[in-house]
Structures are given as C-alpha cells and as structure tokens.
C-alpha cells in the first residue's frame, strides 16, 4: 500500500519560512501528480500546490508566490518550500496524489505560524 509520511513542521514567527517533506513509498512520482494539502480544524482538507509526474506546478491563489512545490524523483519525496508565512498558513499539511486523492492519508504534519 501507498504510504505518505510529512515531516518538518512547527511554529514560526509571521514572515518566517519552513520546508515540509513527504516520503512517499511504493510510488512513482514521475508518474503521478502529488499535492499538499492542508487542514484546520472544522474545515475541509484543501489542495494548496500540486505538481505532475512531469514537474509542473499549481498553487492555489492564497500562497501563490509565497510555497513552492518540488520533488526528487529517485528518493520518491516531495517537498514544501513555505515562504513569508502568515497566521492564515497555521493548520496541518499532507500529502497525497494531487489529482485524486487516495482514501488513506498520512498523520501529517502540524504547522503554527505565530509571533
């Protein structure tokens, strides 16, 4: 089965910056679109970047300039480079596909951003 493990979050000063990583198991990312994507509490997980098999990226407008997504084919691990964060960034972050989801997700990994 598919696995997504998300580490590297915590709490950071507004304007500060983190990298998430997520190693993903028994995929090949050259192959399929991975996301990140992030949760608060009584809210919906939401898409926030996305990358294809072929390397291209989307950003959903709220980070837009701010996150950048990447990945390393050969170790299977994707990447959230998070830049000038805001209050607003605070949840926590998975990854999973980022066209359609699987079913199952990682624990993910918690992201504060407060001063």
């Known amino acids: 089965q598919v696995q997504f493990v998300e580490s590297g979050g915590g709490l950071v000063q507004p304007g500060g910056s983190l990298r998430l990583s997520c190693a993903v198991s028994r995929v090949r990312l050259d192959l399929y679109s991975m996301g990140w994507y992030r949760q608060t509490p009584g809210s919906e997980r939401n898409l926030v970047a996305k990358?294809?098999?072929?390397?291209?990226?989307n950003y959903a407008e709220s980070v837009k300039g701010r996150f950048t997504i990447s990945k390393d084919n050969p170790t299977t691990t994707v990447y959230l480079q998070m830049d000038n964060l805001e209050s607003e960034d605070t949840a926590v972050y998975y990854c999973?596909?980022?066209?359609?989801?699987?079913?199952?997700w990682g624990r993910g990994t918690q992201v504060t951003v407060s001063a």
């Open positions: 999973n596909f980022g066209e359609t989801p699987a079913s199952y």
């Open positions: 990358i294809t098999g072929g390397g291209r990226t």
